[in-house]
């Protein structure tokens, strides 16, 4: 069974803190990792891709990979209210088979 | 401008009615997805295409069923809806490879 594991949250960070959300995955031979952000009623909109270990920066986002531990994490620097959110991990697991979805990290801001 | 369409974005239909939601996009990617999510809940994959006259089954596809003729178009069909039908359906497209998915606007469906 393919799992990727986050923490449902919610998580609460104040205006400008740094938040950090994290995702396990089951799969060790899992290769590509995203991370997807959704407002309420909208749909899941791709925020940060990454497929090697190590830190990939974009803006205020930080993705991390460390596949020894299958372990990826969403830093968010200088959090705005805007960035209060549903925040999905997800993985490519091997094989040609369809991205494996976490359940979410609620994320709130609070101004 | 490159992008992937679903509608409607509303549809309240009755018991026992068939229809199909459409999705289409303009972004010539091969694979081609159908999720179904209820409010504040997981992503549940329906059905998914990587080509044309490619289709397979995800976690939820007893009660429905897709087609895919042309690459760019995907419709979902539901025979006879229920009210357990009722949710939030997202189509959402990638390029072959190990490449994220850009999800479409959603169709907002209820069965009552």
Not at chain 1, 99 to 108: D, I, Q, Y
Not at chain 2, 9 to 22: A, H, N, P, W
Request: aromatic share 10%.
């Amino acid at each position: 069974q393919k799992e990727v594991e986050q923490n449902s949250g919610p998580l609460s960070v104040p205006e400008g803190a740094i938040a950090s959300l994290n995702c396990t995955y089951s799969d060790r031979g899992s290769q590509s990792f995203f991370w997807y952000r959704q407002y309420s009623g909208k749909s899941p909109e791709l925020i940060m891709s990454i497929y090697s270990n190590g830190d990939k920066e974009d803006g205020r986002f930080t993705a991390q990979l460390n596949k020894a531990s299958q372990y990826v994490s969403l830093l968010i620097r200088d959090s705005q209210p805007s960035d209060s959110a549903t925040y999905l991990c997800a993985v490519i697991p091997p094989g040609n088979t369809p991205l494996v979805f976490g359940k979410g990290t609620r994320l709130s801001v609070i101004a | 401008e490159a992008d992937i369409y679903q509608t409607p974005r509303y549809l309240v239909i009755g018991t026992g009615k068939k229809i199909t939601l459409e999705c289409s996009q303009t972004m010539g990617h091969d694979k081609m997805y159908w999720y179904q999510q209820d409010p504040g809940m997981e992503l549940h994959l329906i059905h998914y295409s990587y080509g044309v006259n490619s289709t397979e089954k995800g976690d939820l596809s007893s009660e429905s069923t897709v087609s895919r003729i042309r690459t760019e178009h995907f419709p979902l069909t539901l025979e006879s809806a229920r009210p357990s039908h009722t949710s939030q359906y997202l189509c959402a497209s990638s390029e072959q490879g190990v490449y994220g998915y850009t999800f479409g606007s959603g169709t907002r469906l209820t069965v009552v």
